[in-house]
Nanobody
């Protein structure tokens, strides 16, 4: 069983930055890709970013490319999402997820464990 706990969400002004963290339990964290997804009110959950097991590969949604950076620390079983130049449309509940495999994916089906989410609010 894997548990994922997100933190770092909050209220920020447009143009500001936040850094989300996701702490994972389990000894095999470093074997799997990790991803971040988000869900805004009234919208479906969408892919944000993913990182491969070794951090050698990253993948971003077009809407966040150049503004968000995903990284991981396998020694600490933690994945991060650095969010810069935040926009009101970035406001959502952000979820981290553990991949079923080592490579990156934007498909929810390729993730088998999910955190409870952390709220990000961006004021204009």
């Amino acid at each position: 069983q894997v548990q994922l706990v997100e933190s770092g969400g909050g209220l920020v002004q447009a143009g500001g930055s936040l850094r989300l963290s996701c702490a994972a339990s389990g000894r095999t964290f470093s074997h799997y890709a990790m991803g971040w997804f988000r869900q805004a009110p009234g919208k479906e959950r969408e892919f944000v970013a993913a990182i491969s097991w070794s951090a050698g590969s990253t993948y971003y949604a077009d809407s966040v490319k150049g503004r968000f950076t995903i990284s991981r620390d396998n020694a600490k079983n933690t994945v991060f999402l650095q969010m810069n130049s935040l926009k009101p449309e970035d406001a959502a509940v952000y979820y981290c997820a553990k991949g079923r495999y080592g490579g990156t994916s934007q498909r929810e089906y390729d993730y088998d464990y999910w955190g409870q989410g952390t709220q990000v609010t961006v004021s204009s």
